[in-house]
């Protein structure tokens, strides 16, 4: 499914004293497929922006179109597009309420009128999905699992609802770097099994690189920067003026040119850079 | 969103008279306040009493604007209120449609009512939008210590207080979270009939109360660590002692006081 | 003894279950957390932590490190063994309120440990509890909120502050007490980049100040920072190194989920290819000082 935003502007309390600025003028598409991250400050509006990508707040200006249909009408077909824009949003596991987790991945697909045993079984591959064995832990109560596994099943919950895109808030705040790192990858093999275009709002920008084939800035309630991740982190300057940064591979490779070392920076990754570090040694 | 404009209880914060007034006395006042709403028996009254507020919302410098917010929360109560009186109070009926009759007494009791309400609300918004909710529980314990000796656990009481005043935002947001998290789960808050609704709600409410608890369990940890143990020992960096001004407020406040018994005396309208 | 002992933990062991006279498991209703498999959550820790330390314990969920945090301010007692604060053991009951005094602790959710709408109520809350003078009061406030540089936030509500300020003020409350010792309990794990930088900055400043402190984490990274890094799984301590040493121990380290940091990682990969290098490089600012000589 391909996401277009076109002239998008939010205003918090327009008209009131206290009214700022959250989102001006943002426009951008993501394609069917991709894979985009989301990178830009606390208070840079990234939040404001994912919510409105599947109509939960209501754009003063502009629009969101979801393969052309516009998801902020009131007809069937933009309640359905809605549906298929999947919103995970900080800390997800905070929204599990039921008795056990196979209810509780259920919530979704039941709200839209599925039969309970579609449910259960979009609620069933869903788990799976996530890397929870529904045999195991479906009639388990979701507050009794670990934090990770709480995690995957309230993700689980929003994969019941067969998104066409999944929009992940920072997935892994407050993990360990095994969760972390386990996320992360359920992301990336959801992303190739079932073709869904994901976008994904990371702090870390060594993950952005390594996981993203776009890369979306935002800065002030603005789209910033936008482009592949060789095209955005190559703009050093730029991202450490708005408090970002590149992945620490091309920091230290900015570092070593700092220093005099005649290295190429854009390189985001650990081996790749070991091996420029290297040709740069010996060349030298 | 309605929960965003409950003005009870959120400080306005300023340096003007009402503020710097001792909350004891504000207390005090605000209760006496309260109470004359109830001596007033006509409509001059109320208007002694609106006057009267007007110049003390004046003197605070909270802007009407954000005072009035408070009244948005409880609209619904004012009105049915009001409709109760204006259908339900027996008089000489001036208008009729079925078993619906409006009496002249009616409409007078509705705006009486009415009046009284929004005053109310007025006059004990003012007292929270111009003092620190810690103020406010201090200056309720200190007045409540002496019950103290008969049993009364002031200390617990204001304690309770404070952490429930600094939590009503942070559960607000979360309530906020909550609400969106489910509602792009397809959840509904706003249709169906009541039964639907109020099933609609085990949603919001569960992982509400999971929250409160997680925070309760984690604040208790957090006091423990910075050695509470309850009222006994502790002292305060903020002092309280009555001023000048407070003296001038207690006067006014007795002029006011017999001002509105002296007015509730006369045959006025 | 160069230096004095200002925490001794004598093998200590702690369980959240409780045993039943017949010899079965009873769970402690008090602890939400819930422990399935293991029965100790500490088992058999004995540790000195010197004063004026800056220590840093980490070790992936489950390891033991929060439970040994709570350990060392009488939050929690030992199932077993002997915890001295400042020589005190924290069994017994006279000493609780003292021992928490003298080792404040931060904790992980900014928003769950502030007590008061006021910022400055919230970090004259410890002193209040102690019965020390209000003038008294007033200049520790004063001086803690200026030492996280959140003085002119001290009329605001927590609410309105983003969690790295709320964290601030969370350690203002601990300074406020003038404990010796700080314990900080993964108090980066929720806040943002920048949030973190700023947080780590002001614990590394109250180490310069001679505070001891402990650094619970698993953040490989923060922990860099201290000048010992205790490592935990399930329940015992396997490493206690300076960090210069521990990240020789690459494999190791890797096998217990726990990520190198960068430049350490950098590095070792760099020798491993033949390029000459000292050891105990941590950081990448280090890396780049060695490799442009």
Redo the contacts between chains.
């Keep these: 499914m391909r996401i277009e935003v076109k002239d998008l502007s939010y205003i918090y309390s327009e008209g009131m004293p206290f009214e700022s600025v959250a989102l001006e003028d943002v426009s951008l598409t993501v394609e069917s497929g991709e894979f985009a991250a989301v990178i830009g400050h606390t208070g840079s509006g990234k939040s404001t922006l994912l919510m409105h990508l599947n109509g939960l707040m209501k754009p003063t200006r502009g629009q969101v179109l979801a393969d052309g249909v516009d998801i902020h009408e009131k007809t069937k077909e933009a309640r359905e597009a809605r549906r298929k824009v999947g919103l995970v949003f900080q800390y997800p596991e905070y929204q599990l309420f039921e008795e056990t987790v196979l209810k509780d991945v259920c919530f979704g697909p039941k709200n839209y009128g599925f039969t309970p045993e579609e449910c259960e079984a979009k609620a069933i591959e869903a788990l799976k999905l996530v890397g929870i064995d529904p045999d195991e832990k479906g009639g388990v109560s979701p507050f009794e699992l670990s934090g990770g596994e709480k995690r995957r099943v309230a993700i689980a919950g929003v994969l019941a609802m067969d998104p066409q895109v999944l929009i992940l808030d920072e997935p892994t705040a407050g993990l360990d770097p095994k969760g972390h790192r386990d996320i992360l990858d359920m992301v990336c093999r959801i992303h190739k099994e079932k073709h869904l275009t994901i976008l994904l709002v990371s702090h870390n920008m060594d993950d952005a690189a390594r996981l993203a084939d776009r890369i979306l800035v935002l800065d002030k309630g603005r789209l910033a920067m936008d482009g592949t991740p060789q095209e955005v982190f190559s703009h050093y300057e730029e991202l450490h003026s708005i408090g970002l940064s590149t992945p620490s591979s091309s920091e230290l490779l900015h570092l070593l040119k700092s220093k005099g070392l005649n290295v190429n920076t854009n390189i985001f990754n650990e081996d790749e850079a070991v091996e420029e570090i290297l040709k740069a040694i010996h060349g030298a | 969103m309605a929960l965003k404009d409950i003005t009870l209880g959120q400080y306005y914060p300023g340096d003007s008279a009402i503020h710097r007034l001792d909350p004891r006395t504000k207390l005090i006042g605000t209760i006496l306040f309260l109470v004359s709403l109830f001596v007033v028996k006509n409509f001059t009254g109320f208007l002694f009493c609106a006057i009267c507020l007007a110049i003390l919302v004046k003197i605070s410098g909270v802007p009407f604007r954000y005072m009035a917010r408070g009244l948005k929360a409880v609209i619904f109560l004012i009105v049915f209120t009001a409709l109760i009186n204006l259908f339900m109070t027996p008089g000489t009926p001036i208008w009729q449609f079925g078993i619906l009759k409006i009496a002249r007494e009616g409409i007078y009791r509705a705006c009486f009512m009415a009046i009284r309400l929004v005053m109310l609300i007025f006059g004990s918004s003012l007292l929270t939008l111009t003092t620190k909710p810690v103020a406010l529980t201090d200056g309720m314990e200190r007045l409540l210590s002496p019950l103290s000796k008969i049993g009364l656990p002031s200390h617990e009481l204001a304690m309770m207080m404070t952490i429930a005043l600094r939590f009503i935002p942070t559960l607000l947001d979360e309530t906020d979270k909550i609400m969106k998290a489910q509602t792009a789960r397809g959840a509904d808050f706003e249709s169906g009939n009541l039964r639907e609704r109020a099933k609609g709600l085990i949603p919001l409410l569960v992982p509400l109360f999971v929250s409160a608890f997680r925070i309760a369990a984690d604040l208790a940890m957090a006091m423990e660590a910075r050695c509470y143990r309850g009222g006994d020992g502790r002292t305060r960096m903020n002092g309280m002692a009555f001023t000048k001004l407070d003296t001038v407020a207690a006067i006014l406040l007795i002029l006011y006081f017999a001002a509105v018994i002296a007015l509730g005396r006369l045959p006025l309208f | 003894m160069s230096k004095e002992t200002v925490i001794q933990l004598k093998d200590i062991s702690f369980s959240y279950y409780t045993e039943n006279a017949d010899g079965t498991l009873n769970t402690d209703t008090d602890v939400?957390m819930?422990h399935s498999e293991k029965r100790f959550a500490l088992d058999g820790v004995t540790l000195d932590i010197e004063r004026g330390s800056f220590v840093a314990v980490v070790g992936?969920?489950?390891s033991g490190k929060s439970t040994l945090a709570?350990h060392l301010?009488a939050?929690l007692l030992p199932t077993s063994g002997e915890v001295l604060v400042c020589g005190m053991s924290t069994a017994d009951p006279d000493n609780t309120?003292e021992i928490?005094?003298r080792c404040?602790?931060v904790?992980q959710?900014p928003?769950?440990?502030?007590?008061?709408?006021?910022v400055?109520?919230d970090v004259?809350?410890?002193?209040?509890?102690?019965?020390?003078?209000?003038s008294e009061?007033?200049s520790r406030?004063d001086n803690a909120l200026n030492a996280v540089g959140m003085y002119e936030f001290r009329?605001k509500?927590?609410?309105l502050l983003?969690?790295g300020q709320k964290q601030r003020i969370?350690i203002a409350?601990?300074l406020a007490?003038q404990p010796e010792c700080i314990v900080f309990d993964e108090p980066t794990?929720?806040l943002?980049?920048?949030?973190r930088a700023g947080i780590l900055k002001i614990i590394r400043g109250l180490h310069e100040q001679g505070k001891t402190v402990i650094l619970i984490t698993?953040?490989?990274e923060e922990a860099a920072q201290a000048e010992r890094i205790i490592v935990m799984d399930q329940g015992k301590p396997i490493l206690d190194e300076t960090p210069a040493k521990l990240f020789a121990h690459a494999e190791q380290l890797s096998a217990l989920?726990?990520?190198m940091p960068?430049?350490a990682?950098?590095a070792a990969?760099?020798s491993a290819?033949g390029?000459d290098l000292p050891e105990g490089i941590i950081t990448?600012?280090r890396?780049?000082?060695c490799?442009?000589g």
């Design positions: 939400t819930k992936s969920n489950g709570k301010n939050l309120w928490r005094r404040g602790m904790f959710n928003d769950n440990q502030l007590v008061s709408s006021v400055e109520d004259a809350f410890g002193p209040e509890n102690l019965g020390v003078e209000p009061i007033r406030v009329k509500g927590p609410h983003s969690g969370a409350g601990v007490m794990a929720m943002d980049p920048s949030g698993h953040f490989m989920n726990l990520q960068f430049g990682s950098m990969k760099l290819r390029v990448s600012e890396l780049a000082e490799l442009c």
